[in-house]
């Protein structure tokens, strides 16, 4: 069936360091991506979308990389401070939107 | 100015019995959706309305009704609550219908079913 999945359930960084989250899709006709973040107790809140046609976007200081061969979406966070603590979501559009598991990243001061 | 507000956060009821949580939008978006965040944070899309009309209704069961006034609010009713029912609930709204671009999450409300 559809899932989108995430590599790492949990992760923890040091505060300045880069974050990499990932996440894979099984429907190879989802032609968008989203990214959510959601912090404890609040609601998701949108970060950045990738449309299938490209293989990267940058926001301010995130990048979400695209690879359809694989089916593989990552998010990639600079410099990652304490505020970026949250759980992050991965979702797909394939006719209807699915959210992948989370994965929560933890930052250390 | 909150964007989507949702009432109650918090709801603690017994089985059987009916609740309604209410979600209202206030930037002017014609889509709006109820999610399910079960105790492992998975987010499910429940319902997707389009201007008060229906247009997602995903494997939900019947006891779940949405209910669109004006397409600024989209109420959740749920009858004969269960113990699975138990979850938090995300009202979301967006500017395109499908799915696509920003979706403006609420607050959620966290229902517990005894």
New interface residues.
């Given amino acids: 069936g559809e899932s989108v999945g995430l590599h790492l359930p949990t992760l923890s960084v040091q505060e300045g360091d880069n974050s990499i989250i990932n996440c894979a899709y099984s429907n190879s006709a989802s032609d968008y991506f989203i990214w959510y973040k959601q912090e404890s107790g609040k609601g998701p809140q949108f970060i950045i979308d990738i449309r299938s046609n490209m293989d990267k976007r940058q926001g301010q200081r995130v990048t979400v990389l695209l690879n359809k061969t694989v089916k593989h979406l990552s998010l990639q966070i600079a410099a990652t401070q304490p505020g970026d603590s949250a759980v992050y979501f991965c979702a797909e559009m394939g006719g209807k939107l699915i959210f992948g598991q989370g994965t929560e990243l933890s930052v250390k001061p | 100015d909150t964007a989507?507000s949702q009432t109650p956060k918090y709801l603690v009821t017994q089985m059987g019995n009916d609740k309604s949580i209410k979600c209202e939008q206030n930037l002017g978006h014609d889509t709006m959706y109820w999610y399910k965040q079960d105790s492992?944070?998975?987010?499910?899309?429940m319902f997707s309305y389009n201007n008060k009309e229906l247009i997602?209704n995903?494997t939900v069961p019947n006891r779940f009704s949405p209910k669109s006034p004006d397409k600024a609010h989209l109420n959740l009713h749920i009858n004969s609550l269960e113990l699975g029912d138990s979850a938090v609930y995300?009202c979301?709204s967006s500017p395109q219908q499908?799915?696509?671009?920003?979706?403006?999450?609420?607050?959620?409300t966290r229902l517990t079913v005894t």
Wanted: proline share 5%; aromatic share 18%.
């Fill in positions: 989507v492992k944070k998975f987010l499910k899309i997602i995903e995300f979301a499908g799915g696509l671009g920003e979706q403006y999450f609420g607050p959620g």
